[in-house]
């Protein structure tokens, strides 16, 4: 069931395109439904397909082509620990299990209170940086050393009252 904002917010992103190509809103629509809902479902897809004017496995291919739109529940905070070549040379696999280790969890699992995903990413193009890692999809965080992932998860952790 879409809201009267989210179709407000829709109509929004459509009016940036000729009306013959609405669809190319989809990724703006994606990216709303996931802002309101924290992720998006097949049921939303098929209401941007809807939406849009387009079948629902076009959608669903976007969805599932980008890592940033998440196709299940996620926890409060996203990790995504880029293992591309160039961060993986500068130890973005070491950073990835560093993070399974301290959370208790493998790549794409959520630890057991609900307030982290762990997940691996292509290149997020900061590649001078590595290893990098992206949180919730929005923070860039920059050569992440075991001390620096420590640090991001017990302030994150602190920051909800759990540390």
């Known amino acids: 069931m879409m809201t009267e904002a989210t179709k407000a917010r829709f109509a929004r ?12 809103a989809v990724m703006a629509c994606l990216s709303i439904v996931q802002q309101e809902e924290g992720w998006v479902s097949a049921e939303n897809e098929a209401i941007i397909a809807d939406y849009l004017g387009m079948p629902q496995i076009a959608v669903h ?17 996203k990790l995504n620990v880029c293992t591309n070549l160039p961060c993986q040379l500068r130890d973005g696999y070491k ?3 560093h993070l399974e280790s301290k959370l208790g969890i493998k790549m794409g699992q959520t630890t057991a209170d609900g307030m982290f ?47």
């Open 61 to 77: 291919e976007v969805t599932t082509f980008y890592n940033m739109y998440n196709q299940q529940p996620t926890g409060k905070y």
């Open 95 to 97: 950073a990835l299990h």
């Open 13 to 24: 992103e459509v009016a940036k395109y000729p009306a013959d190509q609405k669809q190319s």
């Open 117 to 163: 995903t762990l997940q691996q990413s292509e290149c997020l193009g900061a590649c001078a940086d590595s290893p990098v890692m992206l949180v919730n999809d929005r923070c860039m965080c920059s050569f992440m050393t075991n001390d620096k992932l420590d640090e991001l998860v017990d302030g994150l952790r602190a920051a909800e009252g759990q540390a």
